[in-house]
C-alpha cells in the first residue's frame, strides 16, 4: 500500500498498523514533521516529501488517499486517469484492521486524544491487550497505534470527512459497538456549514449502534442531549461534572481531563473492566505528546506545547495550567491560528474571552488570513500582539521575561518547531531576565 498525506495523525497511525499487519507500507506527505515523521521512520516506512507524480511508486496494490489530497492535483488524476485502485484511510482500515473487532470509538469536539489515550491504557492494565488508533502519541505505549491481541480495538472517532471522493465522517466506516461522545461544538468550518450538519453525521453514527451496544456520553452537554433525543437506539450511560469525581494524576490537569478519565472508565465497565482496576490505571497513565507537554526549561522559564485551538480548549487549558501548574507564575500564551476553522475567522469573536486567564498574550497568524487578528488581540486587552513572522514573534517574547514565566504554546500543526526555536533563544541565566 502507498499511503498520500501519510504524517497525518490518522494516516501515519495507519501506516503503522498496514506494517505491523505484515503488509508493505510507503507514502507521501508536503508536511513531514514529528512526532508521525519519527514514529514512521521507526517503524521503517518509507517517506517521500512532496506530492509529485513521478514519485508515485508503480507496484502497489492500493493507494490509500488521505484528506488533503484534491482533484487537479497531477498525481490524483494520475491514478484517476490509470485506473488503479484506491481507497480513503477510514475504508481501508475497517476493511482490513477492525473486522471482527469490538470497536470503542471516541468522538466529541475536544478530548478525543486524551480520553481514547486513557482508555486504551486502562484496558492494557487489565490485561485485555487491546488494538488502538489513537491521533496522537500516549506517552505509556509511545506509539499511537498497535494492533494488539485481543478482541478489543480501542480508536479516535474523528468527524472529520475521509476524502475528496467520501464526505462521510470517518466515523461512519468504524461501526463501534462501545461509543463514547465527550461534547459537540461547531467546528471544521471548511467542511460544514453549521452545527446541524455536524449533529446528522453524529446521528448517522448513532444509527449505526447496535441495541446491545453502549452509548457513553455527557450529559451536560446541551447539544449532545439534543442529539441523543433525535434518535437512540442503544443503551446510555451518562457521566458528567456532578458524578465525575475521582483523583487525577498529577500529567492530567483541569475539570475537562476529569469528564474525559470519567469517559473512558464508564467504556471500560462495558466491556467488564471493575471500577477499581480502571481507576488504580488512571493513576499511573502518563499522558499524550502536545497534551500540555513540558518541552524545556531554561533559566527557570518552562515552556509548554499543547493541541488546544479551539476557544473552548484553549480556555480549558489555561485554566488548567493556572489552579495545576502556575499558580501565581505569569502565563504567556501563544495561540497559532492554525486551524481551517480558525484561518476562517469563525472563533474570532470569542477568541479575546478563551485567552483571560492569561496574563500575556501573542497570537500568530498566516500573512493571507482574512480577518483582522490585531482587533482580537486588542479586544483581549492583554500586553502581547499579532504577528505573521516567527522572528517579529520570537523578538517579541524575549523582549520582557521574567523569572519563572511559564511559556504555552497552543496549535494543532507543527507551529513551524516554534518551541524549540523559543528554547534555544532564552536567556540562559537569570541575571539576564527581566525583575
Not at 83 to 105: C, D, E, R, T, W
Not at 143 to 153: Q, R, T, W
Not at 194 to 210: G, K, M, S
Amino acid at each position: 500500500m502507498h499511503i498520500l498525506g501519510i504524517c497525518g495523525t490518522f494516516m501515519g497511525s495507519l501506516a503503522v498498523l498496514a506494517a505491523k499487519a505484515g503488509m508493505q507500507v510507503s507514502g507521501q506527505d508536503s508536511k513531514v514533521y514529528p512526532p508521525m515523521s519519527t514514529q514512521l521512520i521507526a517503524n521503517n516506512i518509507a517517506i517521500t516529501d512532496g506530492y509529485a507524480a513521478d514519485d508515485l511508486p508503480a507496484d502497489v496494490d492500493v493507494y490509500v488517499i488521505g484528506n488533503v489530497m484534491r482533484r487537479g492535483m497531477p498525481i490524483i488524476e494520475h491514478i484517476l486517469n490509470n485506473n488503479l485502485l484506491y481507497m480513503s484511510g477510514p475504508q481501508f482500515l475497517a476493511k482490513y484492521i477492525l473486522q471482527n473487532q469490538h470497536v470503542l470509538a471516541v468522538t466529541g469536539t475536544h478530548g478525543k486524544t486524551t480520553t481514547t489515550s486513557i482508555l486504551t491504557w486502562i484496558l492494557h492494565y487489565a490485561g485485555l491487550n487491546p488494538g488502538y488508533l489513537i491521533g496522537g502519541v500516549p506517552n505509556n505505549f509511545g506509539i499511537s497505534a498497535a494492533l494488539g491481541a485481543g478482541k478489543y480495538f480501542v480508536i479516535e472517532g474523528d468527524e472529520y470527512d475521509c476524502a475528496f471522493f467520501d464526505k462521510r465522517s470517518k466515523f461512519m466506516h468504524y461501526q463501534p459497538k462501545t461509543l463514547i461522545i465527550n461534547n459537540i461544538e461547531f467546528d471544521h468550518a471548511d467542511i460544514f456549514k453549521d452545527l446541524e450538519a455536524i449533529l446528522t453525521q453524529f446521528h448517522n453514527l448513532l444509527r449505526t449502534i447496535p441495541g446491545v451496544g453502549m452509548v457513553v456520553y455527557n450529559q451536560d452537554d446541551e447539544h449532545v442531549k439534543h442529539l441523543l433525543n433525535m434518535g437512540c437506539w442503544s443503551q446510555r450511560d451518562g457521566f458528567g461534572v456532578q458524578n465525575a469525581v475521582i483523583d487525577l494524576p498529577a500529567n492530567l490537569l483541569g475539570e475537562h481531563n476529569r469528564l474525559n478519565a470519567w469517559a473512558a472508565i464508564l467504556a471500560a465497565k462495558n466491556v467488564g473492566v471493575p471500577l477499581a482496576v480502571s481507576l488504580a490505571a488512571l493513576q499511573e497513565f502518563t499522558g499524550v505528546k502536545r497534551r500540555l507537554e513540558l518541552k524545556g526549561q531554561v533559566a527557570q522559564i518552562s515552556v509548554y506545547s499543547d493541541f488546544a485551538h479551539h476557544p473552548t480548549a484553549i480556555n480549558a487549558t489555561l485554566a488548567a495550567v493556572r489552579d495545576g501548574i502556575a499558580g501565581n507564575r505569569r502565563i504567556i500564551a501563544v495561540v497559532d491560528i492554525g486551524s481551517n476553522t480558525m484561518r476562517a475567522g469563525v472563533h474570532k469573536d470569542s477568541l479575546a474571552t478563551a485567552v483571560q486567564v492569561a496574563d500575556i498574550v501573542y497570537f500568530f497568524h498566516p500573512h493571507d488570513i482574512v480577518w483582522d487578528v490585531q482587533n482580537t488581540w486588542a479586544a483581549s486587552n492583554k500586553p502581547g500582539g499579532a504577528f505573521s513572522s516567527q522572528t517579529d514573534l520570537l523578538a517579541a517574547m524575549l523582549k520582557d521575561l521574567h523569572v519563572d514565566d511559564l511559556l504555552l504554546l497552543m496549535s494543532n500543526g507543527s507551529f513551524e518547531g516554534f518551541a524549540q526555536v523559543l528554547l534555544q533563544a532564552l536567556p540562559v541565566t537569570t541575571a539576564q531576565l527581566a525583575t
